[in-house]
């Protein structure tokens, strides 16, 4: 017999991700899943970030990589409660993995999570981990052409942040074709350019974050 | 490479649709792949074959349907399916914008033995 069905293939991820997504909502927690290519900066750029936020919000951060606690270590230095999920070889986070994470950390009272995935511009695109804002990160180290090139990465981003700006007088990177082939996927999404030398950009990107609608509420 | 683990879900779909229906054996997978997904047919094909193994689905066929993004050039107000990665409109020379799908990973349908 011949069963006509429309079944999502990843639905058992996307249920998980569902339920973190409620716990997070009950808890008044705001979670942001930061995707972007190994050596994208998106350690930097919340080694820049977290600064700026613990002053006015309990902040955490879940940390995806394939090996090491290197990481990790970093967040940690800078007093923020982090846990690191390491997947074994494994190219991206699940929602599952999420879920094991968030059952190590203290939830109540916390304002924000952020979760960094495993350094990938492929794979991690596809799970949704129950974040309410997708953070892509881009830097120009890596070239312009990265948005054509994985398209699905950059569909689904809330804020696309082109890191390390401070090399663009190093580079061939050309803003204006990276911020046109983004426009071809993403017609929504905020861009902000940064450099975690000078701190370019960082002010604009803690404001983005503050504005969550979750945040500020008691 | 996602493929391994998109087969795993795959299969996990079709464990339980075999439930549901009560099959004993499932002979063929259909699905539906967005090329945004940036997924090998034949990859995903050959993980598929791996973990179907000692289950429901032994032996069974993974049909895998491409399906291309659509795009709408707002120059010349034109719709058409994204190649390979091209966004340039071919009547205007425009760049044109996502306006659908690419994005579908999804079980359409199942061949399945029921037990009589």
Known sequence: MKIEVVRKVLEKNDQAAQQNRRRLDELGITCFNILGGAGSGKTSLLEALLPRLKNKYCVAVLEGDLATTRDAERIAALDVPVVQILTDGGCHLNATLVQQGLSRLELVGLNLLFVENVGNPICPANFDLGEHRRIVVLSVAEGDDKPSKYPLLFKDADLIVISKCDLLEHTRFNLSAALRDIRCVNSQARVIQTDTKTLRGIDELSQWVSAEPLLGKD | ?116
């Open chain 2, 1 to 116: 490479m996602h493929e391994f683990s998109l087969a795993q879900s795959m299969l996990e779909v079709a464990v339980s649709e075999a439930q549901r229906v009560g099959a004993h054996h499932i002979t063929r997978l259909k699905c539906r792949v967005g090329d945004l997904r940036q997924i090998d047919g034949q990859l995903l094909r050959d993980a598929f074959e791996v973990v179907r193994e000692g289950t429901v689905c032994e032996g069974a066929e993974l049909d895998v349907e491409k399906v291309r993004a659509r795009a709408h050039c707002s120059r010349c107000e034109r719709d058409f399916e994204v190649c390979d990665g091209d966004w340039v409109c071919a009547q205007c020379n425009g760049l044109a914008q996502l306006l659908e799908g690419g994005d579908e990973l999804e079980i359409i349908s199942l061949e399945a033995e029921v037990d009589s």
